[in-house]
């Protein structure tokens, strides 16, 4: 039953002081990790949050009764030692135990020792366990929470202020984001989880607090996959009389004074690609980037001009947004993100796209916008602030109308920060990071869920909540009435008329295919992105816009069924290699979607006749 073990030193300060602490006394507590039991005299390793060290366990030092209570220790016990630090005559740095105390019982069995625990499924429900077993996994963390203790100091000493702001929002802004959705029993309203600290850090602006900045959990209501998760960290920072210019100098000297702080160098390696976060980096508009990655040149043309060089792309455009502005913002996207390997500023965006930002004077179309691109991908976004009451209010009711039309993503009106900047807002820039894609590309994870501690995962089994309920008296078999399906609502699309021959048909390769991973494709509500194991030695990629009805984690594993002979075709910048087979059909007004499944045994590759 003991309570407390007072310590005196950790792992790593024996050996980094081994000279000065030889044939000294100290005292240690961690977990016990190895157990090897040679006679009268063992070896353990202890580890604790800084590292291991060996422990040489002699009957004759510690007594019969403790020496016959280690034997009977389990691996993953924490224990607590003292005793006299030396090294083996192998050369290894140990202490000699004199005292031995068992704190705590480990009644689980730890992985096997030489593979640990390597289902990543398994990692991130029972982190406890991934962090015991794994070292490299608590120093991600560890550096996780260094990165975010230097951009409080660099943020501190430039001035900057750090608030607290609402998590829970009578209207979700900020951003295009889809919001949780919960109740206030006492006021007997529905309030949104908070999907961007932006508007009421603004209004701080407004009441003179002119450097706010904001460490902040964010809630979103969208799919999960490599690069996102429901619940995330960003900072948000702002600062009046200034614009997105001194934005692009603060982000850039933020990411280096992080990168020399924490990792001792501005350069690292992602993913097999080195990216140097040095001063200097690129800065481009979008229309300079659209005509030099997809050969348009957006500022020679007119809305109309642009629409037919984009469907002459052959680029997909969506139903109400053909605006010059929103062809350009996909044009971008289709052809430029992807590109974007060093840390390079992507500035001046469409207004469409742009509803909080301010328009640039000597374009109206365009706003003092701009995101930072690494790798491909989004690390953050700044604007100069849109200031003017008026404006804003027409950006609010452009997106209310959104909304309306069922984009459940666009904004709400927020009459309350209009009415804040009707106070008087200064010129003020502003930019939001996401942390956990900054940790990301720092420590070289390639997905999300290896830098948050605790990620949302779907629950085991079939997720459902289950209620008790008095088992049901049995029923004879031959009593046993199985009531029929209600099918009177349900509508198919008529069978085609048209006939082909059989060798048409033929040509049409439909084979067995394994998820091997899937993604939500950036910028998109429909399309996920498959990468697909068709039994040959490549990997298949093929885009499907099934979104509304699955969620990329619980595709993964699944054999599905595709047509493989199919041209390619490009979609949001990546050549979809094929077609994904599902089953459609209408219920009572609302389309439902079933993608065609197949036993796991069948092997991927499988062809079907």
Request: charged letters at 20%; proline letters at 3%.
């Given at each position: 039953q003991q309570v407390r073990f007072e310590r005196d030193h950790h792992t790593n300060e024996i050996h980094a002081r081994f000279e000065e602490l030889e044939g000294k006394t100290v005292r240690l507590a961690g977990r016990m990790m190895s157990k090897r039991i040679m006679g009268k005299a063992s070896f353990s390793d202890l580890s604790d949050r800084y590292g291991r060290l060996q422990l040489y366990i002699k009957r004759d030092n510690v007594g019969d009764e403790v020496y016959k209570g280690y034997k009977k220790f389990d691996i993953g016990d924490i224990i607590g030692v003292e005793g006299e630090v030396f090294r083996t005559q192998k050369g290894e740095i140990s202490v000699a135990v004199h005292e031995l105390t068992l704190l705590s019982k480990n009644l689980a069995p730890l992985p096997e020792k030489w593979h640990g625990l390597k289902d990543t499924d398994m990692r991130y429900r029972q982190r406890y366990v991934d962090l015991i077993v794994n070292p490299e996994v608590r120093d991600t963390f560890e550096k996780r929470s260094a990165i975010v203790r230097e951009i409080r100091n660099f943020m501190d000493s430039r001035g900057f202020m750090e608030v607290e702001t609402p998590?829970?929002?009578?209207?979700?802004?900020?951003?295009?984001?889809?919001?949780?959705?919960?109740?206030?029993?006492?006021?007997?309203?529905?309030?949104?989880?908070?999907?961007?600290?932006?508007?009421?850090?603004?209004?701080?602006?407004?009441?003179?607090?002119?450097?706010?900045?904001?460490?902040?959990?964010?809630?979103?209501?969208?799919?999960?996959?490599?690069?996102?998760?429901?619940?995330?960290?960003?900072?948000?920072?702002?600062?009046?009389?200034?614009?997105?210019?001194?934005?692009?100098?603060?982000?850039?000297?933020?990411?280096?004074?992080v990168c020399e702080k924490v990792l001792g160098t501005t350069k690292v390696t992602y993913q097999g690609t080195e990216i140097d976060f040095a001063k200097g980096w690129k800065r481009m508009t979008m229309a300079d980037a659209v005509k030099e990655y997809a050969g348009l040149d957006f500022m020679a043309m007119d809305a109309e001009e642009a629409l037919a060089a984009v469907k002459a792309k052959g680029v997909e455009t969506e139903k109400g947004k053909e605006s010059w502005g929103d062809l350009l913002a996909l044009c971008y996207d289709e052809f430029v993100e992807a590109n974007l390997t060093q840390p390079t500023f992507i500035m001046d965006y469409p207004v469409e796209v742009s509803p909080l930002a301010k328009r640039k004077a000597a374009d109206p179309r365009l706003t003092e916008r701009f995101e930072c691109f690494v790798v491909g991908r989004e690390l953050c976004n700044a604007f100069s602030e849109l200031n003017d009451p008026i404006d804003q209010r027409e950006r609010f009711e452009r997106q209310a109308a959104l909304r309306a039309a069922g984009d459940d993503e666009a904004n709400m009106m927020d009459d309350d920060f209009v009415n804040a900047l009707e106070y008087g807002m200064p010129p003020t820039g502003g930019m939001g990071m996401g942390i956990d894609r900054a940790v990301m590309m720092l420590t070289n994870s390639d997905t999300i869920r290896e830098v948050i501690l605790f990620p949302t995962m779907k629950p085991l089994g079939s997720g459902e909540r289950r209620e008790e309920k008095p088992a049901a008296p049995a029923v004879p078999l031959k009593e046993a009435v199985t009531e029929p399906e209600n099918l009177s609502k349900v509508e198919v699309e008529p069978l085609f008329q048209d006939m082909i021959d059989y060798e048409t048909f033929a040509k049409s390769d439909y084979r067995v295919v394994r998820v091997k991973a899937c993604e939500a494709v950036p910028k998109s509500k429909k399309l996920l992105k498959f990468v697909l194991d068709d039994g040959s030695e490549n990997d298949r990629v093929i885009l499907s816009g099934i979104h509304d009805y699955y969620e990329p984690e619980e595709l993964v594993g699944k054999n599905l069924i595709a047509i493989t002979n199919l041209l390619p075709r490009r979609m949001m910048g990546i050549d979809s290699c094929g077609m994904l087979i599902s089953a459609i059909h209408s219920e009572d007004g609302h389309e439902g979607l079933n993608l065609l499944m197949v036993d796991d045994r069948i092997p991927a590759g499988a062809k079907l006749y």
């Open positions: 998590c829970l929002n009578t209207i979700p802004g900020g951003a295009a984001a889809r919001p949780f959705v919960t109740h206030h029993n006492a006021l007997d309203i529905d309030m949104y989880m908070r999907i961007a600290t932006e508007l009421h850090l603004k209004r701080l602006i407004v009441g003179g607090f002119e450097q706010v900045y904001e460490i902040g959990r964010i809630f979103r209501n969208e799919g999960m996959d490599t690069k996102h998760n429901p619940e995330f960290t960003t900072i948000e920072l702002y600062q009046a009389f200034t614009d997105y210019h001194e934005m692009m100098d603060i982000t850039g000297d933020m990411v280096v004074h």
